[in-house]
C-alpha cells in the first residue's frame, strides 16, 4: 500500500488549504485513511478519519467544525477552514485498520507541512 499526500503549503490565519492523499495497492487489511499531524516537539495527533464506505471515524476536538474529511474513488480530502497557527504541523495520512491512534495504522504516507501564520 502506498500513500502520496500533497497540497500543503503557508496559508496566512482564518485561510483555507485543502490535502489530498493518493492511495494504491490496497488490501484487504486496510479498512481505512486517517490524516494525523505532527508538531516540532510534539507527538504526532490524530486529525480524521474516514472509512472506505464513507463513513467517518471522527474529528480531533480541536478541529471539529472547521475540517471536513471525504473520499472519492482512491483520493482521501482534507478540507481545512479557518486555519489557526496551531494548526502547524507536518499532516500525515495512514491506511490501516482506522481507529484514532497511531498504532491502528500500518502504511504511512511522506507527509506535507502545513504552516499558518499569525
Known amino acids: 500500500v502506498q500513500l502520496q499526500a500533497s497540497g500543503g503549503g503557508l496559508v496566512q490565519a482564518g485561510g483555507s488549504l485543502r490535502l489530498s492523499c493518493a492511495v494504491s495497492g490496497l488490501t484487504f487489511s486496510v479498512n481505512g485513511v486517517g490524516w494525523f499531524r505532527q508538531a516540532p516537539g510534539k507527538e504526532r495527533e490524530f486529525v480524521a478519519g474516514i472509512i472506505w464506505r464513507g463513513t467517518t471515524i471522527g474529528y480531533a476536538d480541536s478541529v471539529k467544525g472547521r475540517f471536513t474529511i471525504s473520499r472519492d474513488n482512491a483520493r482521501v480530502y482534507l478540507q481545512m477552514n479557518s486555519l489557526k497557527p496551531d494548526d502547524t504541523a507536518i499532516y500525515y495520512c495512514?491506511?490501516?485498520?482506522?481507529?484514532?491512534?497511531?498504532?491502528?495504522?500500518?502504511?504511512w504516507g511522506q507527509g506535507t507541512q502545513v504552516t499558518v501564520s499569525s
Open positions: 495512514a491506511a490501516g485498520r482506522t481507529g484514532r491512534s497511531t498504532t491502528d495504522y500500518k502504511y
